[in-house]
């Protein structure tokens, strides 16, 4: 049994820049989330903020109340606020059920609460972001949030 | 077959995209060589063996990578992260060793 | 047997039917043992000669008892009978013959033996004329084979999931077993798979207890998982491996919550090969008579199911382990008349004679006497002096043991051959595999090589049981030149069927090594693929079936269209609508009518399926000036500009729009088809070719919703619906950008038109799109405002000469779409180096015209243009037709096209032909501007 309940954040930005700034980056970063930026593959929560490291140089920060992107420079900042769609997934067969779909080891000690991963779900790019043991929360874009729910769906009715 | 990202893991290659061979060279932008063009552009290799070629990892992290493959069994030899922040992840991860 | 059999209940009858008949069992009987129980002999027909066959194994490597299971969507054929497990209700049918088993009349076949042997398609049914194959081949194919399939749609469900391990143990036998205890003994994370429903392997046969004991313990350890019913069929690169997990065949239909079947790709650290080995027959003529049999099998007949397989049991072994099965048959019970012993003596031959068995020692069997069943064995001496005949009605026969090295060597070991026990061992093996048990040969009894009792003795001596290959057969093949493995294998079909060879490779290469006199050891295998063993193709899909073979991506007006009577269609992975159908209307008459509101009113469509990337950094004009043939560094900002990307090999890859928000800020939109690669293009050119530019390039398309509105009266539309911007010609010319409000929603307006007609692009932030679309609708009511699809779309694109994917086909340049002069000449750029080949500026390269039909018929897009007026003899193709229309402006079919020499054929006409329908329309070739050349409704 897993429960799916969807949201929208009310602000989403990527955050994006280069190396030869890093210290600005971080202080920027650090900023906006009230905490250091987290490493790659790490998420970092703040309040109602998180903010991810997906890639060198490129973060995804969520607001859940209305927020200011963080200061360019040295930040490129792209609004994705409409783009995507967070599905909370909670329940004791969580890790069975991302196991019909995800292309990584979803299992806690592999992907462990804070961890996040990118990957295809069915064709769809997804964000995954495990929250705790029995929750994560999963990012897919705007156009792919119907498709995605049907997906587990039917996934889920196939019991673990 | 499985690539290892050096950002994600190791991953199924359906995650990627093929981004061709990285023994060529692109001639400079201003170059009007012929031949040089014809052959970024379409002479390859084929070789049974070591290969070092492109891939994205499109349905993931969406890094360019460049790796050694061996086209006889899949087996992927070293995985390089290519872009902008190459050198200092690489730096980062030398200095953690 | 009265009783006995430690998998049966016999407290629990279970009734079925097989061909017609009502069969009982019990409880944990598989088919193959409720049979044989009941004293059916026969249970199949040959593939080729139509023999009457009878149960040889007891396991997955049953080459005859094959049946076809259930009806309708359900229908199986090709299940070995031993490994469907016996359930109330279950209905079975034997395969290949035809009007019974017991009496087939196509075993009249077995008399063209000749004409049907080995390779026998290249060589008989040749004549008399050359398409007399065509007769022949319907009767050969109905003759022979094995099930029928099913016609009707499978109604069950298939699951797919991804397992990660540290250790995969394949087998669960006693090695299996144990491998898999040490594992979860030292906390590592192990799947156990077994194809069968019981965990034990060879270990039910000895103690049966210990199992039980092993299998508790297993279960107990949070970090084991235990998968029954499940073959691991693939072995894959990267530690990957697959395997089916059956849930629901052992169940007359699968319940409402359960999958069927599940399909596991398994990710392992390590694998342990625990197959174990199934027991080889022998050659011999007349092997396949229903009562000869594996001895083993009679073992586990008698032991597991409490079966005796016949009342007159005579063993035929090369191996002491054959006189222990003796032994052991005889203390169960069993009428255990003699043992056959090619060898000169045994070791334990005395207590065999001990028991009442007598033994033959230095004989073997010559030819069986019997025709739906053993009657006798006629024996021979292996000196080639004749032996006597013995009654018997079974052959237990026990010549050695196969290990299952099939996954290994799909990993890449070669097999190795070992001349003591006679048979092939899995050989070195890639790094994290290890073999156990007897698969790695342990406890395999050393076994003497058989003389060849075939070259002596006539009579038809099987090698392959299930595609009826003969030790004749392969020698044919040797004399013939097919005598390597590969080619043996692929000109007799030896180890083709769906056992794949498991009780006939060995002896197959035996046979092969005698034709040539070498060694079995110099020949090697054939290359073992997955499957290991038949998968259902429902297993394969899993769940991409139906509604769930690939994700729809929806824009947020979809419900809108759905709403407003609009035909969708599926467009890569996107769902847009065709055409909004009114009462009364088919989608041609539906788009005629919109086509028609957006040239004299205003029309509003949904372009949210275009792809949008976001471009920042200090370097974009750079960037774009590299990738776009015309200039982009030049853009003002609140400008948009057309733009033209070129592959590296001169050929237009994507056309889209360029939007300058800022000095350092572009939003670039692409077609829908192509969103995905020229995306990928940017960030390759940014990671591999110029990594020292500071641009970042991210896709937007889920974050804006985009609307175009069309028409003569776009302007008055927007200017009712935005707040924020002026809208006159002179405030916002042709290509501007501007940021505006829809009530309190920020929206970004671009002044662009794809339909010739005066037209904005509408973007709003995804959530807020449907909104704004109703706006736009409500604001352009009072001018009649219609919604549009793509057929309307593609009529007016078509009617302006625009180009779009059907001319982006990956062959034209910009020169030859007739937009030559949008490439500067001062920058390189993408493509621009390899522009000037010869081959691109040829004259007489195909280039865009467009085409009007010259009378009432279509002119289809993959028409080839042509100069002959005879449709039966249309000449050479100048060309072909690569978007089609009815116009609604003209009021006649036109098209768009590639023809050679382009405009220099300006007023000819020319024919387009599609031989395929049989049709040849005469068609003007004119200008592709179609509509309003001079673009004056465009403009002001």
Known sequence: MVEVVVRRPARIFQAAGWPGERAALDAALGAWLGDPPPELGWARSRGSRTGMALAPGRWLLLAETPALPPDTPPLLVTDLSAARVVLRLTGPDLEPLLRKGVGFDPDARAFPPGRVAQTLIHHMPVLLHRIDAPSADLLVPSSWAQALRDWFDDAAAGSP | MLIPCPCCGPRSVAEFTYGGDATLVRPPADSTDPDAWCRYVYARANPKGAHLELWQHSGGCRCWLRVVRDTANHTIMRVELLGPWAEAIERKRVAAE | ?940
Request: net charge neutral; glycine share 12%; with cysteine.
């Open chain 3, 1 to 940: 047997m009265s009783a006995g059999g430690r998998l049966v209940d016999r407290a629990q009858p279970v009734h079925a039917r097989f061909d017609g008949q009502p069969l009982q069992g019990y409880a944990g009987d598989t088919l193959a043992s409720a049979l044989l129980a009941s004293g059916r002999r026969v249970v199949g027909r040959s593939f080729k000669y139509h023999r009457p066959r009878g149960l040889l194994a007891a396991g997955p490597e049953e080459p005859n008892a094959l049946v076809t299971l259930r009806d309708g969507g359900r229908r199986e054929p090709n299940i070995p009978a031993t490994t469907v497990e016996l359930f109330e209700g279950l209905v079975a049918e034997s395969q290949n013959r035809w009007p019974s088993l017991d009496h087939d009349l196509l075993a009249l076949f077995g008399l063209g033996g000749p004409l049907l042997q080995a390779g026998f398609y290249y060589k008989t049914f040749m004549g008399p004329t050359a398409k007399a194959w065509r007769l022949y081949e319907p009767w050969i194919r109905r003759a022979a084979g094995l099930g029928r399939a099913g016609r009707d749609p499978d109604p069950d469900r298939y699951d797919k999931a991804s397992l990660w391990c540290d250790v995969l143990v394949i087998g669960a036998g006693p090695a299996g077993l144990a491998a898999a205890a040490e594992a979860a003994g030292s906390g590592r994370r192990v799947v156990l798979a077994e194809q069968t429903p019981r965990l034990g392997g060879s270990g039910l046969l000895d103690d049966s207890d210990a199992v039980v004991a092993a299998e508790a313990a297993l279960a107990a350890s949070p970090d084991v998982t235990i998968l029954r019913r499940t073959t691991v069929w693939g072995a894959y690169d990267g530690m990957v491996l697959a395997a089916v997990e059956r849930l629901a065949d052992h169940l007359p239909a699968p319940p409402p919550d359960l999958p069927r079947q599940r399909l596991w790709r398994i990710h392992a650290r390590e694998v342990v090969l625990a197959t174990g080995a199934v027991e080889r027959p022998m050659v011999f003529p007349g092997n396949d008579l229903p009562g000869v049999m594996l001895a083993d099998a009679v073992l586990r007949y008698a032991l597991l199911w409490g079966v005796a397989a016949g009342r007159r049991i005579a063993v035929l072994t090369n191996h002491d382990r054959g006189h222990e099965v003796a032994r052991r048959l005889a203390g169960l019970g069993l009428q255990v008349t003699a043992v056959i012993d090619p060898r000169p003596t045994a070791a334990t031959a005395a207590e065999t004679a001990a028991l009442g068995i007598t033994v033959y020692h230095g004989h073997l069997v010559a030819a069986v006497e019997g025709r739906h069943m053993v009657r006798g064995l006629r024996l021979a001496g292996v000196d080639g002096s004749a032996g006597p005949v013995l009654d018997a009605d079974t052959l237990a026969v026990a010549g050695g043991w196969t290990p299952l090295v099939q996954l290994a060597s799909q990993a890449g070991a070669q097999p190795i051959w070992d001349e003591r026990r006679q048979t092939f061992l899995p050989g070195p093996l890639p790094t994290g595999w290890r073999a156990v048990g007897a698969c790695a040969g342990d406890g395999l009894p050393e076994v003497a090589p058989l003389p060849d009792v075939t070259r002596r003795h006539r009579g038809k001596a099987f090698v392959d049981l299930q595609n009826d290959v003969t030790a004749e057969d392969v020698r044919l093949a040797v004399r013939e030149g097919f005598g390597s493995v590969e080619h043996l294998k692929r000109y007799t079909t030896l180890g083709m069927a769906t056992d794949q060879g498991r009780t006939s490779s060995v002896n197959g290469l035996a046979l092969l090594a005698a034709a040539r006199d070498v060694p079995i050891a110099e020949l090697g295998t054939t290359r073992f693929r997955p499957p290991f063993a038949p998968v259902a193709l429902g297993a394969l899909a899993g769940r991409s079936r139906g509604a769930h073979l690939r994700p729809e991506r929806r824009t947020p007006m979809h419900d809108w269209h759905l709403a407003h009577g609009a035909e969708m269609y599926e467009t890569g992975l996107w769902l847009r609508p065709r055409a909004y159908l009114r009462p009364g209307e088919t989608v041609a008459t539906a788009y005629v009518r919109e086509a028609k509101a957006v040239r004299e009113a205003v029309g509003i469509v949904d372009v949210s399926t275009l792809g949008k990337i976001d471009v920042q950094g200090p370097d974009s004009a750079t960037f774009l000036d590299r990738l776009y043939c015309n200039a982009m560094a030049s853009l003002p900002v609140g400008k948009a500009r057309y733009g033209l990307m070129l592959r590296e090999d001169g050929m237009v890859f994507d056309d889209g729009t360029a939007w300058r928000l800022g000095p350092d800020r572009f939003l670039v939109t692409t077609t829908t088809a192509n969103a995905a690669t020229v995306l990928g293009h940017l960030e390759h050119l940014l990671a591999v070719v110029w990594p020292e530019l500071r641009v970042v390039v991210t896709s937007v398309t889920d974050q804006w919703a985009g609307m175009a509105v069309a028409g003569p009266h776009s302007r008055e539309v927007l200017a009712a619906a935005l707040d924020g911007v002026e809208m006159s010609h002179a405030a916002f010319p042709p290509m501007g950008v501007r940021e505006a409000r829809c009530g309190a929603i920020p929206v970004l307006v671009a002044r662009l038109s794809f339909s010739g007609e005066r037209a904005y692009e509408v973007y709003a932030p995804w959530t807020e799109g449907e909104a704004v679309w109703r706006r736009l609708l409500a604001a352009g009511e009072p001018f009649g405002i219609v919604a549009y699809g793509l057929e309307a779309m593609g009529a007016l694109r078509i009617e302006k000469g625009h180009v779009a994917g059907p001319e982006l086909d990956g062959r034209t340049t910009p020169a030859d779409l007739g937009l030559g002069r949008m490439v500067s000449r001062r920058k390189s750029f993408v493509g621009s180096a390899m522009l000037d080949r010869p081959g691109l500026t040829q004259a007489s390269r195909l280039q865009l015209v467009g085409l009007i039909a010259v009378d009432r018929q279509p002119v289809r897009a993959g028409a080839h243009l042509v100069e002959s007026a005879d449709r039966a003899k249309p000449g050479r193709s100048l060309g072909h037709v690569t978007s089609w229309t009815w116009s609604p402006a003209l009021g006649r079919y036109a098209a768009l096209g590639l023809l050679e020499g382009g405009l220099r054929h300006a007023g000819r006409r020319l024919w387009a032909t599609y031989p395929l329908r049989r049709e040849h329309v005469p068609v003007e070739v004119v200008h592709p501007c179609l509509y309003d050349r001079e673009g004056a409704r465009l403009d002001g």
